[in-house]
């Protein structure tokens, strides 16, 4: 499997870094790392470009003047730049070249990594002047843009489609390529290590000493009633006896990496905390790469019936995004609900391989559109004709049609969400894809009868005259 590859958003502050992550991830929000240790200036988002991915990771205020950073936030720089595969190194052409911007530069070349110089603010600026005063920084690509307002964007994706990056994934699937991959999530203390201990049925201990380990992802497999898994387990705890504030070695990235290689993510959540931002921010995450999706709240049984009528509402609630996931409540500690968390796997895992004929979702399409029809665009009317299956894990439906690129948002969601209940599409997200056929009179002239030859020749007869 090919790893999306992650590119560092690097820079001062307010040169427009959140303003281009913004806009190459197509959203406002974005996962923030909110786990000990970690800055919550650092950002993770999803770019999808053509057919391609990436992994953006936008260091925020990380790299500000030179000698005003603090050590904590310097470690944070180095390991954002670490983990990436290539820079987006962005400066602010109003304000010119400075120090630190040099300063960041000389650090940037020592990574020996790709690196496109991405200049700002060029809207309304001398262009011969701003070409002059960045181009002694001596980086081979250069894009100009004004991100507020869209303008040289093609520069940006150009260049990260053009680049043949070399990811450093967990490249697992290949090793195992008939068992179910299945990534373990969550944040430190929720017990994920004990439920990881009772899927694999011994006690085996997952927090390592040694310096770097637990920045990797640890893939275990194992067997189940005759089914092969393997558990990916996403490292980010803490070492037992750290001092208190020092930063973890967490690499949110290889989480990431983690959804696109899992068949099925499983987020645990302790059920005495409830759900916080963060795992919403992963939920979205994984929603996004297209794993199927299972959350499991532990600690179930040390609750009284009032909390966990709370804990239940306040799960639905902020689950309204995505109804579709399933919960599971369990306690690792003791076992209860444990046996039967492989099951749901399964079918998580079963209706992710999405074995439809296009038959079967062309009937189901003309089903939908004839209880919901599709609005119309300036008074033509949308239409969706068939549809076919064009990819699985997660499950993906191309529909074809007319004015495709007008189908409103809602309208989509509600094909979604009308065929993952069709099709039983247990805790898997739908991508559908809609295209619009070619029209094969484009560009061309229908023929002229007979009459209208005679016609047209009469009245160039009578302007001749």
């Known amino acids: 499997m090919n790893m999306s590859p992650t590119l560092a958003l690097v820079g ?9 992550f913004n806009r190459l991830t197509r959203r406002r929000d974005a996962l923030v790392a909110d786990v000990p240790g970690l800055t919550r200036d650092r950002r993770y988002g999803r770019a999808t470009i053509d057919d391609s991915t990436f992994t ?15 050590a904590a936030l310097e470690d944070q720089a180095a390991a954002a730049l670490d983990e990436a595969d290539g820079v987006l190194f962005m400066v602010d052409a ?3 070249l400075t120090a630190s911007d040099q300063d ?3 650090r940037i070349r020592r990574l020996n990594k790709p690196v496109l110089l991405v200049v700002n603010k060029t809207d309304g600026v001398d262009e011969n002047r701003v070409v002059a005063d960045f181009a002694s920084l001596g980086f ?4 100009y843009i004004s991100a507020a307002h869209g303008n040289g964007m093609s520069g940006v994706s150009g260049w990260l489609l053009d680049r043949n990056f070399t990811t450093a994934g967990l490249q697992i699937a290949e090793d195992y390529p008939d068992a179910i991959r299945v990534a373990l999530i969550g944040r430190p203390n929720v017990g994920k290590s004990t439920l ?3 899927l694999l049925g011994e006690d085996r201990q997952l927090v390592f000493d040694a310096p770097g380990t637990t920045r990797d992802a ?6 189940k009633n005759a089914e092969q898994y393997l558990l990916i387990d996403t490292a980010g705890v803490r070492r037992k006896g ?3 504030g020092t930063a973890e070695k967490f690499s949110v990235v290889k989480s990431l990496q983690a959804f696109e290689e899992a068949h099925v993510v499983i987020l645990v959540m302790d059920a005495r905390e409830g759900v916080v931002d963060q795992d919403l921010h992963l939920l979205s995450y994984a929603v996004e790469a297209g794993a199927g999706v299972l959350v499991v709240l532990n600690k179930w049984d040390g609750l009284t019936a009032d909390q966990k009528a709370l804990a239940t509402t306040t799960l639905d609630r902020k689950l309204r995004f995505a109804p579709w996931i399933p919960v599971v409540h369990i306690s690792a500690l003791h076992g209860t609900g444990v046996g039967h968390l492989l099951d749901e796997v399964d079918t998580i895992y079963r209706a992710g391989e999405f074995d439809v004929g296009t038959t079967h979702l062309t009937r189901l399409l003309e089903g939908m559109l004839s209880a919901h029809p599709p609005p119309s665009v300036r008074g033509r009317q949308i239409k969706l004709r068939f549809a076919h299956k064009s990819g699985a894990h997660p499950p993906k439906i191309a529909i074809h049609g007319n004015l495709t690129k007008e189908v409103p948002a809602s309208y989509l969601r509600y094909l979604e969400n009308a065929f993952r209940d069709a099709l039983g599409l247990v805790g898997n997200p739908v991508h559908i894809e809609l295209r619009a056929g070619d029209n094969p009179y484009a560009g061309k002239k229908n023929p002229l009868t007979r009459r209208q030859q005679q016609r047209r020749k009469r009245v160039m007869r009578h302007r001749r005259k």
Do not use: M, Q, Y
């Not at 001062?12 to 281009?20: A, H, I, Q, Y």
């Open 242 to 244: 750290r001092v208190e």
């Open 94 to 96: 109003r304000e010119g």
């Open 104 to 106: 960041i530069a000389d």
């Open 218 to 223: 640890i893939a275990i497999p194992f067997e």
């Open 56 to 70: 953006l990771v936008d260091t925020g205020g990380l790299l500000g003047d030179a000698g005003a950073i603090t």
């Open 12 to 20: 001062r502050p307010n040169v427009g870094k959140s303003t281009l």
């Open 196 to 198: 990881t201990n009772r």
């Open 140 to 143: 081979a690509d250069t894009a």
